[in-house]
């Protein structure tokens, strides 16, 4: 299902985050890890010997990248890159590679084991090229199993994507799926609009509406897919009920010739109070299952 997954560490805890929940993803997906460091650099400040210190640098960055993969204990192919911006470098790392996936960490400013998409992390997801994963704070400090699978559905092509890379999990690691839409309260601007049946509609009509609609979303899985209705308020709702969930899949809006990730208020939201690891799939771009392209000409280092 996942041809290579890309994963940014930094020597720091959320480095090691991110390396964990590649290995759980991989577990269930299949695919290469592939771990990279990123180092800034930039050209235009004058440096003498900058090749003989970049070689030195990137020798000693290789040797702590290659160490901090062992301690989380996976197996990654480990990749030094260079730019101004890591998240640059992540990006264009991610199409030289042909992944289908980058797994970053939340920034460590947020309560404990909550996923806070901030500074690089939240840059990351802007303009990818791919599908993102973002790890809780601490999620390498403990066993995971991604046995229950969230999906925000709302109908759209985006959320029938997440649903149905949510459904593929599942089935590959007997996990199930619960999909959730979630239908606005209805208030009514003037008390008159109230007497008039469907202006503005009913919350029970639009209740049963996004029912039929999910129901024939699940229609011949729901051995593997739960469906769930709630009214409220999307990412709050979302939010409130992924205690109990191992993984959370959005669909995101996609933009530009290259459809990349461009996040809602409900994804930005949700990567902010998620209790669990939350995965947006962008429109389009590079769908998990797709075929790979040739080879890669980073800076990269064999296992």
């Not at 990351?124 to 199993?145: Q, W």
């Amino acid at each position: 299902m996942f041809n290579r997954i890309l994963v940014g560490v930094d020597g720091r805890e959320g480095g090691r985050d991110a390396l964990a929940l590649a290995a759980d993803l991989q577990r269930l997906g299949g695919g290469e890890i592939v771990a990279v460091h990123v180092y800034l650099y930039d050209r235009t400040v004058p440096f003498p010997d900058v090749e003989g210190a970049g070689v030195v640098l990137q020798e000693d960055l290789l040797t702590r990248l290659e160490a901090e993969i062992r301690a989380v204990g996976v197996a990654a192919r480990p990749v030094i890159a260079r730019d101004l911006a890591p998240t640059r470098a992540l990006h264009a790392a991610a199409e030289r590679e042909d992944a289908d996936l980058i797994v970053v960490g939340s920034c460590h400013r947020g309560g404990a084991d909550r996923v806070l998409a901030g500074d690089d992390a939240a840059n990351t997801l802007h303009g990818s090229p791919c599908a993102v994963a973002v790890a809780p704070r601490g999620y390498a400090g403990s066993a995971h199993e991604l046995r229950s699978i969230g999906v925000g559905y709302d109908g759209s092509p985006e959320s029938h994507r997440a649903l149905d890379l949510a459904r593929r999990l599942a089935e590959r690691g007997d996990a199930y799926v619960r999909a959730t839409m979630v239908v606005q309260p209805v208030s009514p601007r003037w008390a008159i609009a109230a007497r008039y049946p469907g202006w503005p509609p009913s919350e029970a009509s639009a209740r049963r509406r996004a029912e039929a609609m999910l129901e024939r979303a699940v229609a011949g899985v729901r051995d593997r897919v739960t469906p769930e209705v709630a009214v409220g308020s999307a990412w709050k709702t979302l939010a409130s009920s992924s205690g109990d969930l191992d993984l959370l899949i959005l669909g995101a809006r996609g933009y530009g010739p290259l459809r990349r990730i461009m996040l809602g208020s409900t994804s930005t939201h949700l990567l902010r109070e998620a209790a669990c690891p939350v995965l947006v799939l962008p429109r389009g771009a590079g769908a998990p299952g797709h075929a790979p392209r040739a080879g890669a000409d980073a800076v990269t280092q064999p296992a």
